[in-house]
């Protein structure tokens, strides 16, 4: 006689085998005539689709070492539902709300970001991944108040800094800001117009907006809540004839902002509110004009250059451009950080659109059930590419986070060159692909993808400006090409390359020649899902852009300047650095592929890389085309192994997406519950 619990398993695993027949049947008959013909072979033997994946063994192998203490912000936030963001709230509310949401994980909860971001970086990341998926406005909060305003005193400052500002800023006594952005200047932070002047007679500095354009704007915490701000402006010394003042370039002091005790604005700052924004709107951003603030010489965060007591400048980096590069250089962190939330973004956004689309069902072959929707080709075509990228920039965005702990330890040069241009490149490329996701998930979702509720609107509306802030991607990307042609030159005058850029040393003398006309033809499936294939692929296009791109500069530069020769060049630019960030994160997802340790879960990655790797390629098969790296007949192969590569993701998305270890209470939208999602969707409207 079989037990309760026996009889339950049975009837599970019947019924389990029952759906895939069924689910078969319908592939068999209507669908997908290749991936049929694929089931038949599984059913008789072949095993091809008998992939099983065991989503527990996957999500250890992602989870990361830090897994533990995203679980206490968790549960924390899951134990106060007084401290969970409802689907309606009016602004002023919202800043309220997310003010106690960071002073409990702080105060109560026992979490001390500051704490972390010396001693783990990795944990203080994992932290910031966490908060930012109970609230972005939270974890952009938290981003302001350490990524931003205490990692410029850790960085920018000295001991005397560290030691006065660090436990304020740890337990939140000293909320701060970080004052860069003006109204007439963003990007540009060479720019800027704010000037500090030092009055030596009482050894302070004087900060001053000089015209509206100057005005700090978009400031987060200035609007509300915050005491300090760490104010970025032009260091102005009196000459030795003391008639004029010489500009010494961009500089950053600690300027307080409110009084302590009233937390009234301070004499000479009037500060104002940006207003309601299209999302983040817990988040106070304000603006802030300076009139004649004077601050004690101290307050100079003197750690790239400094003044003395009688107005000489010193520093040990030469020229303005260095000490420039040198305070930007610092400040990558929060750029860290934005790359690596928005992956968590797109995981959440990607678990939402699946598990609804697995249970959502709409049509299906006459006088039979319906069919889920994700059994739709277009569905697999929108959704299961978006699954093999997350799962791609999760794996690059740890890589990174791994590379920026070990640059903070060991402070070492070439790792320090590769973590600037790699942040650049990922936060830009990665943050451009989720925003691109959350509308496509939003309309894989159809009508219930609008319900606020369901989180689509709200995710996008507050995802949507880490494509602009810690640098516009358009901005960073060619970041990227000028470091890569930096590289390029540098290499031939018999440079190294950084790690990051190692291959193009192979490049230059592989890549370059003619595509070869056989390999050319090649479509077997097995080349095809060879990783080396895959990265020389990858690899080729980035070269042939590179070594293209330095001639058209050069050819150009002689009629129209540098910076015209730029412009003129800008677009293919942009796509040199894409091009280069995608075979980086490709590498980085062939390396996790062969160094993850169980079978089944490393047979799920080896599909999901596949699908990554010749999804990009078909979606730049022009390219490839028009050089003749790819013919006709590799290139039709391409695209069918792409949609039969779709359908088995689709066969095991439902475990893939639980690899992500999101528990409902973070996902939250009530269509991607795992279990009785439309009861709690009716619920939630009042049945
Ligand atoms: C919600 C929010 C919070 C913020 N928080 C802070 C904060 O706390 N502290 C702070 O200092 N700042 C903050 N900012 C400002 C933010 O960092 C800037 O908005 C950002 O750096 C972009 O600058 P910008 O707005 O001047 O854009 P612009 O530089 O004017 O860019 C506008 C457009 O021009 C294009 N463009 C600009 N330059 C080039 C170029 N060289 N080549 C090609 N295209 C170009 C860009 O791609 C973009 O499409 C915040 C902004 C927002 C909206």
New binding site residues.
């Given amino acids: 006689m079989m037990k309760g619990k026996e009889r339950r398993t049975v009837r599970k695993m019947q019924s389990g085998r029952w759906e895939a027949e069924r689910r078969m049947e319908r592939v068999r008959q209507h669908l997908i005539p290749e991936a049929a013909k694929q089931l038949e072979m599984a059913r008789c033997g072949g095993g091809k689709l008998r992939m099983r994946v065991d989503s527990r063994c996957l999500s250890n192998y992602m989870r990361g070492k830090h897994r533990e203490i995203q679980e206490k912000v968790f549960d924390y936030y899951n134990a106060n539902p007084q401290l969970q963001t409802p689907v309606e709230i009016s602004k002023d509310d919202h800043r309220h709300l997310c003010m106690s949401q960071l002073l409990g994980l702080v105060r109560e909860a026992g979490i001390r970001p500051l704490r972390y971001v010396v001693s783990d970086p990795s944990k203080y990341f994992a932290i910031l991944e966490a908060v930012g998926s109970v609230d972005m406005s939270l974890g952009?909060k938290m981003g302001?108040q350490y990524s931003?305003w205490g990692c410029s005193i850790l960085n920018l400052g000295t001991k005397k800094h560290k030691d006065k500002y660090f436990d304020g800023i740890d337990n939140l006594d000293y909320l701060g800001?970080?004052?860069?952005?003006e109204l007439?200047?963003?990007?540009?932070v060479q720019g800027l117009q704010t000037v500090a002047t030092f009055d030596p007679i009482t050894d302070e500095f004087i900060i001053d907006t000089p015209n509206d354009g100057a005005i700090?704007?978009?400031?987060?915490?200035?609007a509300v809540h915050g005491k300090f701000a760490t104010v970025?402006a032009r260091l102005k010394l009196p000459t030795y004839d003391t008639k004029g003042l010489s500009d010494m370039g961009v500089h950053a002091f600690i300027v307080p902002i409110r009084d302590m005790k009233t937390h009234q604005p301070l004499p000479g700052i009037e500060i104002h509110d940006?207003g309601h924004?299209v999302?983040?709107n817990g988040?106070d951003?304000g603006a802030l004009r300076f009139r004649s603030v004077r601050i004690p010489r101290d307050n100079l965060l003197n750690r790239f250059g400094d003044v003395s007591r009688d107005g000489k400048y010193t520093s040990s980096l030469p020229t303005v451009n260095k000490r420039f590069a040198a305070t930007l250089g610092e400040l990558v962190g929060g750029r860290v950080g934005l790359a690596y939330s928005s992956v968590s973004v797109l995981k959440v956004a990607a678990t939402i659109a699946i598990r609804y689309s697995l249970l959502r069902q709409q049509f299906g072959p006459p006088n039979q059930p319906e069919v889920s929707i994700l059994d739709y080709q277009s569905q697999q075509h929108k959704l299961m590419p978006m699954l093999a990228s997350t799962y791609a920039f999760h794996f690059a965005t740890t890589n990174l986070v791994e590379k920026y702990s070990q640059m903070k330890k060991t402070h070492d040069e070439e790792l320090v060159a590769d973590v600037h241009a790699l942040s650049a490149g990922l936060k830009a490329y990665v943050t451009s692909y989720t925003a691109k996701s959350l509308s496509i998930c939003r309309e894989a979702c159809g009508g219930h993808g609008y319900a606020a509720v369901n989180r689509f609107g709200i995710l996008r509306n507050d995802h949507d400006?880490f494509q602009?802030?810690?640098?516009?991607?358009?901005?960073l990307l060619?970041q990227v090409a000028a470091d890569l042609l930096k590289q390029y030159k540098g290499k031939f005058k018999g440079g190294t390359l950084a790690v990051t850029w190692s291959y193009l040393r192979e490049s230059m003398n592989t890549y370059l020649s003619q595509p070869n006309p056989v390999t050319a033809r090649w479509e077997g499936e097995d080349h095809l899902r060879d990783p080396k294939f895959q990265l020389d692929a990858f690899r080729y296009r980035t070269s042939r852009l590179l070594q293209s791109v330095a001639v058209r500069l050069r050819k150009h530069s002689k009629s129209l300047g540098d910076f015209g020769a730029w412009?003129r060049c800008?677009n293919h630019l942009l796509t040199l650095a894409e091009s280069h960030i995608e075979s980086v994160i490709l590498a980085k997802f062939i390396e996790a592929v062969r160094s993850c340790p169980d079978p089944s879960s490393q047979a799920a990655l080896k599909l999901l890389c596949d699908l990554y790797a010749l999804d990009r390629i078909w979606n730049d098969i022009g390219t490839y085309r028009n050089v003749d790296y790819v013919a006709p007949n590799k290139a039709k192969a391409i695209h069918k192994l792409t949609e039969y590569l779709s359908f088995q993701v689709r066969n095991i998305a439902r475990e893939l997406v639980d690899a992500f270890d999101l528990p409902d209470h973070v996902t939250r939208a009530p269509i991607a519950m795992r279990s009785e999602a439309y009861s709690q969707y009716t619920q939630y409207v009042g049945f």
């Fill in positions: 952009i302001v931003l800001c970080f004052a860069m952005t007439h200047h963003g990007s540009n700090k704007w978009w400031i987060g915490n200035a970025f940006c924004k999302g983040l988040v951003n400006i602009t802030f810690e640098g516009d991607n358009t901005v060619q412009n800008l």
